[in-house]
T-cell receptor, first 113, second 113 residues
Framework: SQQGEEDPQALSIQEGENATMNCSYK?????LQWYRQNSGRGLVHLIL?????REKHSGRLRVTLDTSKKSSSLLITASRAADTASYFC?????????????FGTGTKLQVIP | AAGVIQSPRHLIKEKRETATLKCYPI?????VYWYQQGPGQDPQFLIS???????DKGSIPDRFSAQQFSDYHSELNMSSLELGDSALYFC????????????FGQGTRLTVV
């Protein structure tokens, strides 16, 4: 199963509303990352939150991390049509001393103008 | 700022042909990751390199091989292409120390016809 699993898998909201996406993971992490992907395009790094942080803000983005529950949430406030994209959480895994980044299943966000 | 560069951006090949995808990491990054994303699918980890050595291997077919060169650029070689290899191939780079985020290239869209 995926290291990171987002829910909901799809979300449709009106422009101006807030969008909240959640991510759960299984193993211990030292950071968690959120990425955005417009349809058929590259992955864009949004924000990284470290395991010793509980909340982080970047513009209209707010990320929380609860290491006891192994979960994170991404909140986009005052959404815009341009926020329509897929959002992935990603967790680095240690593998024999090296790291690889594993993605969750993604949340497809549609913001209706 | 310099980003991860992938080439080519688009590639069309016929079945059973060979393709080579290139990735140029951000300067001073020592780790390169390759991901495959099929239509409507999540990015799947293929393989990673740290300091020119393979550091981890995911779901990479035996028909594919990759290497990282002395200048840290990486190439993904794909032989005996199949229709199912049509996908977006992403490369990402990171600096291993300090648990930094992985920065992604825009991807190479491979279409096998």
């Amino acid at each position: 199963s995926q290291q990171g699993e987002e829910d909901p898998q799809a979300l449709s909201i009106q422009e101006g509303e807030n969008a909240t996406m959640n991510c759960s993971y299984k193993t211990s992490i030292n950071n968690l990352q959120w990425y955005r992907q417009n349809s058929g395009r590259g992955l864009v790094h949004l924000i990284l939150i470290r395991s010793n942080e509980r909340e982080k803000h970047s513009g209209r983005l707010r990320v929380t991390l609860d290491t006891s529950k192994k979960s994170s949430s991404l909140l986009i406030t005052a959404s815009r049509a341009a926020d329509t994209a897929s959002y992935f959480c990603a967790t680095p895994e240690d593998s024999g001393g090296y790291q690889k980044v594993t993605f969750g299943t993604g949340t497809k966000l549609q913001v209706i103008p | 700022a310099a980003g991860v560069i992938q080439s080519p951006r688009h590639l069309i090949k016929e079945k059973r042909e060979t393709a080579t995808l290139k990735c140029y990491p951000i300067p001073r990054h020592d780790t390169v990751y390759w991901y495959q994303q099929g239509p409507g699918q999540d990015p799947q980890f293929l393989i990673s390199f740290y300091e020119k050595m393979q550091s981890d291997k995911g779901s990479i077919p035996d028909r594919f091989s990759a290497q990282q060169f002395s200048d840290y650029h990486s190439e993904l070689n794909m032989s005996s292409l199949e229709l199912g290899d049509s996908a977006l191939y992403f490369c990402a780079s990171s600096f291993r120390q300090g648990s930094t985020e992985a920065f992604f290239g825009q991807g190479t869209r491979l279409t096998v016809v």
